[in-house]
């Protein structure tokens, strides 16, 4: 019973933003079921899956976050006639982290697992569907695939404005990659419209929550690409403050947007002030298009500093 009242408490946490505390429930409820269920238990997975989500935000060891999430697909794959829907979650999880590792193979298949399953369910479950098509959209996306990110992220957003109409939170994840995807293709007017259209729906995630974070950064990225700069910094300072209460501080995209706003007004103590945040989480992958950035930008300030005296 304990870990039962553990998990509910964990995920009203999580739910709620506050993943730290989230991430502290389900550590503590895991030794517990293992000690007391099977093996191969579906609970057992869910708590995985809990811990490794929350891990992906938190910024937690890979391998770590890989263990937690295989185990569970392992656990979910003897159950797959009664656990359909939660092995599809699993397996969406344990994607996104072998996208971190950039085995985009790895994760394309369990992508294309996960959508086969939605396909089948979708009466049942539209926010799947839209999921499975949102991350497949976002994989082709970054994979600089364009013509077939936006194939993946139209049916995205069709399939789930249809089901919970234009302003539903539920389209965040589309609607961000949407505004990304516009931007790398340089469609200004339309990444501002879809970066809009998501700070809107997120306006209903209650407290602070990492979607209303990064929607707040987009849109304060978009801005400061307008030339908007008073609002640009407004949002971005929003972000990043709520970043750093959700114990996310140094959002990379965040810290990056508003190092880029500093650098054009030539406030250059705060552009390294921000750039030597921003660069600790460069540390996994320093190839990053924004680690790359602060990195142009620090030796920048760094050498108008110097000629300042």
């Known amino acids: 019973m304990q870990a039962d009242l553990l998990n509910d408490l964990g995920e009203i946490k999580a739910n709620s933003g506050h993943l730290t505390e989230a991430q502290a429930m389900f ?5 517990l079921q293992e000690k007391t269920l099977a093996a191969d238990d579906p609970a057992l997975a869910n708590t995985l899956v809990n811990l490794g989500v929350i891990g992906r935000y938190l910024s937690e060891p890979v391998g770590e976050l890989q263990a937690y ?10 159950h797959a006639d009664s656990e359909g829907e939660a092995l599809a979650n699993a397996r969406e ?35 799947q569907l839209g999921l499975a098509l949102g991350n497949l959209g976002a994989l082709a996306y970054h994979r600089h695939h364009y013509d077939e990110a936006r194939r993946y992220l139209t049916e995205c957003l069709g399939v789930l404005e249809s089901s919970y109409g234009p302003e539903s939170a539920a389209l965040n994840d589309c609607l961000a990659t ?11 007017p339309a990444t501002v419209r879809y970066a809009e259209r998501n700070e809107l729906v997120t306006r209903a995630v209650e407290g602070d929550h990492p979607f209303r974070a990064r929607s707040l950064a987009m849109l304060g990225e978009a801005r400061r690409e307008q030339g908007r700069d008073a609002e640009s910094e407004s949002l971005l300072l929003q972000a990043l403050a709520m970043y750093e209460r959700l114990g996310l501080a140094h959002d990379l995209f965040t810290t990056a947007s508003l190092a880029r706003l500093r650098d054009k007004a030539h406030r250059y103590a705060d552009v390294l002030r921000l750039a030597d945040g921003g660069l600790t989480q460069c540390a996994k992958d320093s190839t990053l298009t ?13 050498a108008a500093l110097a000629r300042k005296g």
Request: with cysteine; net charge negative.
């Open 27 to 31: 550590r503590r409820a895991l030794p």
């Open 69 to 78: 999430m295989s185990r569970a697909v392992a656990i979910l794959e003897q």
């Open 93 to 127: 999880g344990l994607a996104g982290i072998y996208l971190e590792q950039h085995k985009d193979a790895e994760a394309q298949v369990l992508m294309e697992q996960m959508l086969a399953y939605a396909r089948q369910h979708a009466g049942a479950n539209t926010r």
């Open 178 to 188: 949407m505004s990304e995807l516009s931007d790398a293709l340089g469609d200004l």
């Open 290 to 302: 924004d680690c790359r950035s602060l990195t142009e930008l620090r030796a920048r300030a760094q």
